[in-house]
T-cell receptor, first 112, second 109 residues
Framework: NAGVTQTPKFRVLKTGQSMTLLCAQDMNHEYMYWYRQDPGMGLRLIHYSVGEGTTAKGEVPDGYNVSRLKKQNFLLGLESAAPSQTSVYFC???????????FGQGTRLTVV | AQRVTQPEKLLSVFKGAPVELKCNYSYSGSPELFWYVQYSRQRLQLLLRHISRESIKGFTADLNKGETSFHLKKPFAQEEDSAMYYCALRGNTGNQFYFGTGTSLTVIP
């Protein structure tokens, strides 16, 4: 069981570059989430999706865009990376029925 | 607005000692509360949820609506309990999970 898989695991970007983080889940979950984890800040919700074709803003959406074209994939995009976006990014998914969220292994992003 | 507060960033206890990780929440409604754990270099995983009223790995947590708290407790800490612990809240709509800032627990041998 793959569960929730994030690609890539590590990435270094230069300021101003763009990139897309991929989250894939094979559990047919409706809900998907993107969080960033920063020291002393915990996990903060960036964007989330309640189903294919839908997205919504979380607590810290600025500088990020997302898309959910397929139910199993949730993409997080950075159009113009900034050093403040250096963080560990976690994706999670959850079924409609049931409360537990399942997390990916994380993506460590450094913007220099 | 901070919905989940974990006042302790770091907590150290000796092996065999009791441990309590504090969590307070702020939410107008009937939230669901969870504890997630992240062991070194691993992904976050669910430890327990208040609706199950279960004990996992010796940990328990009771939802106190009057004090709006969901503290995590274990009577005898073990070295393998060393990890980052996050308290989380799922609101009425069920769409969003809010996490606290986390408590890093170190169990000293």
């Amino acid at each position: 069981n793959a569960g929730v898989t994030q690609t890539p695991k590590f990435r270094v970007l230069k300021t101003g570059q763009s990139m897309t983080l991929l989250c894939a889940q094979d559990m047919n979950h409706e809900y998907m989430y993107w969080y960033r984890q920063d020291p002393g800040m915990g996990l903060r919700l960036i964007h989330y999706s309640v189903g294919e074709g839908t997205t919504a803003k979380g607590e810290v959406p600025d500088g990020y865009n997302v898309s959910r074209l397929k139910k199993q994939n949730f993409l997080l995009g950075l159009e113009s990376a900034a050093p403040s976006q250096t963080s560990v990014y976690f994706c999670a998914s959850r079924p409609t029925v049931g409360t537990e969220a399942f997390f990916g292994q994380g993506t460590r992003l450094t913007v220099v | 607005a901070q919905r989940v507060t974990q006042p302790e960033k770091l907590l150290s206890v000796f092996k065999g000692a009791p441990v309590e990780l504090k969590c307070n929440y702020s939410y107008s409604g009937s939230p669901e509360l969870f504890w997630y754990v992240q062991y070194s270099r691993q992904r976050l995983q669910l430890l327990l949820r208040h609706i199950s009223r279960e004990s996992i790995k010796g940990f328990t947590a009771d939802l106190n609506k009057g004090e709006t708290s969901f503290h995590l407790k274990k009577p005898f800490a073990q070295e393998e309990d060393s990890a980052m612990y996050y308290c989380a809240l799922r609101g009425n709509t069920g769409n969003q999970f809010y996490f606290g800032t986390g408590t890093s627990l170190t169990v000293i041998p």
